[in-house]
């Protein structure tokens, strides 16, 4: 009965038909909004993680490896690593103090986190600066006792007093109310690996030769002019993909820096991490006139797997941005091609399964290059934002726009 998003400036699930327009729900008058964070439960406290200090990161990998997100029958458990959350908690912009903590005073352990990183998107015409509200964990012996509205409320509290009064966020959860709902598709790298884990199923009216040769891969990549992308490519990419997400009803926009620290973040960690390495970005150079016209880029997360068998961990590659300069008569081609070599390069890397979400313009490939549809989805929301109703391609008594072509921002 959602008593706590009831009270909240998001669109609610039975709203006057979908009829109001868009914009901010409700104004923030900043008198209004308390100086102090909110009182917490008896015997915890807040604190905040710094991501750029080891033993914090570490408390906080302990808190996600063991609490966050499990799929819906728990079999497996997402395991960030600490490169990664240091990745993601340190954009240009970031806030300690947008990281926030629940500690037990007692033990001083880490039980509760919720951050947030500053970010702009563009909802149809309108840019906004928002904050992107992730890694929201409450450890497993503590919930149900209302601490996630406590923890959404202080962050709220913290961004407001920044002047910024609109967030965005992913979850598999279903809450008032999505703006976009999004199938997980999966791509076999490792079907043999992923059968023996739970991960996959051995259909009914095959055998388990047959489902490894049909994702079989070829051992070189196709597309000729593909390369790791180098720091001198940022430019171009930066432009080619600030054109590439124009055209979607929302999507993210990135300065050069930000980009710098979503494509390149690697190049800043010591050697030792190469072996943990968070993001993979290759670029297509024309081969005469040395012009940058597509990149690809994947992320690496693990997860545990919760039930015994004979593998601890999956490698997942998750489709993070691409784009391509290649006119929408060619570009289906195209990114079969590009998203193609990806799987091979990831494969070479050692990943088990390639995963993509239902939307940008991944329908053109999607199916082409043998992604099944997984057992779960993500849902993406705005807070204290209206979104004016998207039209529906596929299912016109749905609220939610499944059209895939109208997301394209990521969210890690
Ligand atoms: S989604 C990942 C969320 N994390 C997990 O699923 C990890 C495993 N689960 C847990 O740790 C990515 C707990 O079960 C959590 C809930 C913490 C999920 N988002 O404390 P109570 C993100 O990080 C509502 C939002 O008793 P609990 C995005 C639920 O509907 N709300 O439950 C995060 C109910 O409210 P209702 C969620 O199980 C976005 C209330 O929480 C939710 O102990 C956050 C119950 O609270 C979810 N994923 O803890 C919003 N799951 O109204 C940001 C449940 O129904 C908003 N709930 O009574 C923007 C803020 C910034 C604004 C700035 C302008
Ligand atoms: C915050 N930014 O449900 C993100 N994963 O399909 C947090 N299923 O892996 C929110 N259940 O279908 C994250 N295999 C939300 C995602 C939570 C995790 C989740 C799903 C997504 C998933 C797998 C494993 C299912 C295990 C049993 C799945 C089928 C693969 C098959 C391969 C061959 C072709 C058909 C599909």
């Not at 690593?81 to 990745?87: A, D, I, K, M, N």
């Not at 790791?228 to 490519?233: F, G, H, I, S």
């Not at 990806?342 to 940008?360: G, H, P, S």
Request: neutral net charge.
């Amino acid at each position: 009965s959602y008593k706590f998003w009831k009270t909240q400036p998001v669109p609610q699930f039975n709203e006057n038909g979908g009829k109001s327009s868009g914009g901010p729900i409700k104004m923030i008058n900043l008198d209004e909004v308390p100086k102090d964070p909110y009182p917490l439960l008896d015997g915890f406290e807040w604190g905040t993680i710094d991501p750029g200090d080891e033993k914090e990161v570490g408390e906080l990998y302990e808190l996600l490896s063991n609490h966050y997100v499990e799929d819906n029958d728990s079999t497996f458990r997402l395991n960030y690593s600490p490169v990664f959350l240091r990745w993601a908690l340190t954009s240009p912009g970031w806030q300690k103090q947008w990281h926030i903590g629940v500690r037990a005073s007692a033990s001083q352990k880490l039980v509760a986190f919720i951050s947030g990183s500053p970010a702009n998107i563009k909802i149809h015409a309108q840019m906004m600066k928002v904050t992107e509200i992730n890694f929201l964990c409450i450890h497993k012996r503590l919930r149900s006792k209302r601490l996630a509205p406590l923890l959404i409320r202080e962050i709220t509290r913290r961004c407001y007093l920044q002047g910024i009064y609109q967030a965005i966020y992913t979850a598999a959860a279903i809450l008032p109310t999505p703006v976009a709902s999004c199938r997980y598709y999966h791509r076999p790298l490792n079907w043999l690996k992923l059968y023996e884990s739970g991960f996959s199923h051995l259909p009914a009216n095959s055998t388990k030769a047959r489902q490894i040769a049909k994702y079989h891969l070829p051992s070189t990549t196709q597309t000729s002019g593909l390369r790791p992308m180098e720091v001198d490519d940022l430019g171009a990419v930066h432009e080619l993909l600030e054109r590439y997400l124009q055209r979607f009803d929302i999507s993210p926009t990135f300065s050069i820096n930000e980009l710098r620290h979503w494509l390149f973040f690697e190049a800043d960690q010591p050697k030792e991490a190469a072996s943990k390495r968070v993001v993979w970005v290759y670029v297509v150079e024309h081969l005469e006139t040395r012009k940058i016209t597509d990149f690809v880029s994947f992320y690496s997360i693990e997860s545990t797997a919760l039930s015994h068998s004979q593998h601890n961990v999956i490698r997942t590659a998750y489709l993070y941005y691409y784009a391509s300069t290649e006119s929408t008569q060619n570009l289906q081609q195209r990114l079969q091609g590009l998203i193609n070599d990806a799987l091979i390069l990831a494969k070479k890397a050692r990943f088990d399964v390639f995963n993509a979400l239902r939307l940008q313009d991944n329908d053109l490939f999607l199916e082409k290059l043998r992604f099944g549809p997984g057992d779960g989805q993500l849902n993406y929301y705005l807070f204290n934002y209206r979104v004016d109703p998207v039209a529906n391609e596929d299912d016109s008594d749905c609220l939610v726009s499944q059209r895939p072509g109208g997301m394209g921002v990521i969210m890690l």
